[in-house]
């Protein structure tokens, strides 16, 4: 049978055309759950914690892989797609009639059965925690855009995390005529923020540094040295260790301004670990750590990005007290790329222990939100994690193209590799 003629009826039984029954409860809930998900990319962490809701998330994970394979057998290889962590029906090679959605199923006792027969889910946007946000700028805009500016620049936490498409259009109607209009400042690097997140690392680059110029006419020390400290860690990205230094020299030039010094130390430390340093990457950075009066975004970004490296540098003492430092700062339905580098340190972790089964599962999830949010540079940091994780396997073929997926996407923009980077290739393809 061809999947392009697979007809499902949902409504009363389960009933597929020209095939037979289920063959258990879990892959028919399994079916209906991803029909039901529609063209969304979904990761499998999330379809297992649904199929199986009072199991671990390793017990789980290895059912939906034992379900899958059921299913496959059932209607076709072709019935689940998957990529990178995530998993869904093709919907052009499936019709589905689900009726007037009052009929689902009714033997199918199952509590995402249960939430599918209630009102419809939640669309992304109505789900989101930054919906009123969003909507706020969009409504100010309509009547006057430098308010609109003032409201999304307003709040570092929520404007720093919106979804990527949310971002480009916020950032568009809020657009300054000139950098003599209010925020014109903020706007631009918001905006450069959101292009090194997707790693369009060339225009980030030229947003940091029209940034820096705009602050040279305000005559802002301080806007000048952040301007400069992202302009290195753009060039550490791009592999342009010499011009990282460069930018270095010049943010130490305003060190005596207390956020400028949490910057250049944050700066100093992805130098010495981007050049394969870390232990005086560690040493730096946990003598000069921010103390518990700094804003709360300056700690959290000290304390992820050290668990990160604490994680990759097997300091596991220093990691707890970094993770615990993280947990107290997070607001976890608003700080969405903190908690993916924690996960990211706790995936290290189990690296580092041994536990690659564990390990693998959060760098999928990892690469499936990164996926889901357009986030690039997130998803080549957990790429060549993943395939490190793989050759620690034993698993050498599949590392290396996991590999090779990573560097593709840092090929877009990243002239070279950092050491770091380079020696975590070697570690990858001579395991």
């Given at each position: ?177 000139n950098q003599d209009e209010p925020l014109a400042f903020e706007h631009v ?243």
């Amino acid at each position: 049978m061809n999947l392009m003629q697979l007809k499902i009826r949902l409504s009363g039984d389960l009933t597929v055309l020209h095939h037979g029954p289920p063959p258990d409860r879990a892959v028919a809930m399994l079916l209906v759950g991803l029909l039901s998900l529609g063209e969304e990319w979904t990761p499998r962490t999330k379809v297992a914690q649904l199929l199986y809701p009072e199991s671990t998330s390793i017990d789980a994970g290895n059912a939906l892989r034992q379900a899958i394979f059921r299913l496959k057998g059932w209607l076709g290889e072709d019935i689940v797609q998957s990529q990178l962590g995530t998993i869904r029906n093709d919907p052009t090679k499936v019709e589905a009639d689900w009726g007037d959605g009052t009929n689902l199923v009714p033997w199918l006792e199952h509590p995402w059965a249960d939430h599918l027969r209630g009102r419809p889910a939640p669309t992304p946007a109505e789900a989101s925690h930054f919906r009123d946000y969003v909507q706020a700028v969009e409504s100010t805009a309509l009547v006057d855009r430098e308010s609109a500016r003032g409201i999304l620049l307003g709040s570092k936490a929520l404007g720093a995390n919106l979804p990527s498409e949310d971002a480009t259009r916020l950032l568009s109607i809020t657009r300054p005529a000139n950098q003599d209009e209010p925020l014109a400042f903020e706007h631009v690097v918001m905006r450069a923020d959101l292009q090194y997140r997707l790693n369009d690392l060339s225009r980030a680059s030229d947003s940091y540094q029209r940034a820096h110029r705009i602050a040279k006419h305000l005559k802002s020390p301080a806007k000048l040295a952040q301007t400069a400290a992202m302009c290195a860690f753009v060039s550490m990205e791009r592999g342009e260790m010499g011009k990282a230094k460069d930018w270095m020299d010049q943010c130490s030039r305003s060190e005596r301004f207390v956020s400028v010094k949490s910057l250049l130390i944050n700066v100093q430390g992805a130098y010495l670990w981007n050049m394969e340093r870390p232990d005086e990457a560690i040493a730096l950075m946990y003598r000069t750590r921010p103390s518990a009066s700094t804003d709360r975004l300056q700690q959290l970004h000290f304390w992820s990005n050290f668990s990160a490296l604490c994680a990759e540098s097997g300091d596991f003492n220093l990691l707890a007290q970094a993770e615990d430092e993280v947990q107290r700062l997070i607001i976890p339905s608003v700080d969405l790329r903190y908690h993916s580098t924690l996960n990211f340190a706790k995936a290290m972790r189990l690296m580092r222990q041994g536990s690659l089964d564990e390990a693998q599962g959060l760098l999928e999830a990892i690469c499936a939100d990164s996926i889901a949010h357009g986030q690039q540079m997130t998803l080549a940091y957990a790429l060549e994690a993943l395939a490190e994780v793989h050759a620690k396997a034993g698993e050498s073929r599949y590392a290396k193209g996991v590999w090779t997926k990573a560097e593709t996407i840092r090929k877009e923009s990243c002239p070279r590799l950092t050491p770091r980077v380079a020696a975590r290739k070697v570690r990858v393809h001579y395991a």
